[in-house]
């Protein structure tokens, strides 16, 4: 019989963790899985230590060499035999009743594709740190509309439907933000969400692959960037794509406001043609955009007249945060004017 899941694991030189995200699986609340580990060259102790367990339900699967971890994820395109396919990375750690939680909200929900959900950090001793959680999006629309600015999603949380993730044929070639690149092709079909629950102890490390391969992931995430306008059908969406990486990074300096203005201005003429996002709802989110694009760039004795641009501006979306933050920006301006 079929398990109803597949937890997909990737591995490569994970002798230091993968034991600990091998036990959080086991010892789910939820035990109807089957545990996919796909080895991916390995030179380290790692596949000694998955094979010191001792339970059916783990199969543990070698590619014939390094093969990048794009590669190796899409081994699940053959050989994940569950219903659900659940990510945990190989230094990450699952809550107790993860699988049982999202396992529910499919049966309770069957019309949605992928489910995640909220993340702490863990150092590499797999204590808690001190940063902030991973709080992620609620809500099918404003998870789907946040998606063009940011990954909505922990990767190490999300569960998706095994037969969507093989309809688009698995991840493409943008790692290291393959995942990214695939939330946001199935949210553009079948709607998605996140449980309001942690899912996931996300550990940091000095060998996470986003701090090994910075360089290469700026350039991946610009042409996803890049895609997203294009499928807005915005001219020039290169150019624009690296402006709307910006925002991702939240690096304000190298773009002037007319350079943000002009992009949003395209954006929300795309989408009342396209209806892709809630338009009054969207607005909304670019006018919050705008306004952290004034408030990070310190737009001082502008200020106030930026966020009224009658573009962008609607009474409804303003709210007192805002104001406040702007107005004071605008007497740090007349300050130094002053002296």
């Not at 971890?69 to 219903?83: D, H, K, M, Q, S």
């Not at 290291?176 to 969400?193: C, G, M, Q, S």
Request: proline share 2%; glycine share 4%; hydrophobic share 40%.
């Amino acid at each position: 019989m079929l398990p109803k899941i597949t937890v997909f694991m990737a591995a490569y030189n994970s002798e230091n963790y993968i034991s600990d995200s091998i036990k959080s699986i086991l010892e789910q609340s939820f035990s109807d899985f089957e545990l996919l580990i796909v080895n991916d060259g390995s030179t380290d102790q790692t596949v000694a230590v998955i094979e010191k367990f001792n339970d059916p339900r783990i199969r543990l699967v070698h590619n014939d060499k390094n093969r990048g971890l794009t590669y190796t994820r899409n081994v699940a395109l053959t050989e994940a035999r569950g219903e659900y396919i659940a990510i945990l990375d190989s230094d990450d750690i699952a809550i107790k009743n993860r699988l049982e939680l999202q396992y529910n909200f499919f049966r309770q929900h069957p019309e949605y594709a992928l489910c995640g959900g909220h993340g702490v950090f863990i150092n590499q001793r797999a204590e808690l740190t001190n940063n902030s959680d991973l709080i992620v999006p609620v809500g099918a629309e404003k998870i789907k509309m946040t998606l063009l600015f940011e990954n909505t999603f922990v990767n190490s949380s999300v569960m998706y439907k095994t037969s969507i993730y093989k309809e688009l044929n698995g991840y493409q070639d943008y790692a290291p933000a393959e995942d990214y690149e695939l939330f946001i092709r199935i949210a553009e079909k079948y709607p998605v969400w996140n449980l309001d629950q942690i899912l996931v102890k996300y550990r940091i490390h000095e060998n996470n692959i986003s701090s090994l391969r910075e360089e290469i992931a700026k350039l991946k995430l610009k042409a996803i960037k890049s895609e997203q306008l294009n499928y807005l059908g915005i001219p020039d969406h290169e150019s624009f794509g690296n402006i709307l990486f910006s925002i991702l990074i939240c690096d304000y300096k190298r773009y002037q406001f007319s350079d943000y203005h002009q992009l949003f201005l395209q954006i929300k003429s795309a989408n009342r043609k396209l209806r892709k996002y809630p338009v009054r709802e969207f607005e909304e989110m670019l006018f919050e955009k705008w306004f952290t694009i004034i408030y990070q760039k310190k737009a001082k004795m502008n200020a106030l007249a930026l966020l009224f641009n009658r573009d962008l501006f609607n009474w409804s979306y303003l709210n007192m945060r805002q104001l406040r933050k702007t107005f004071k920006l605008s007497l740090k301006g007349f300050g130094r004017l002053s002296k």
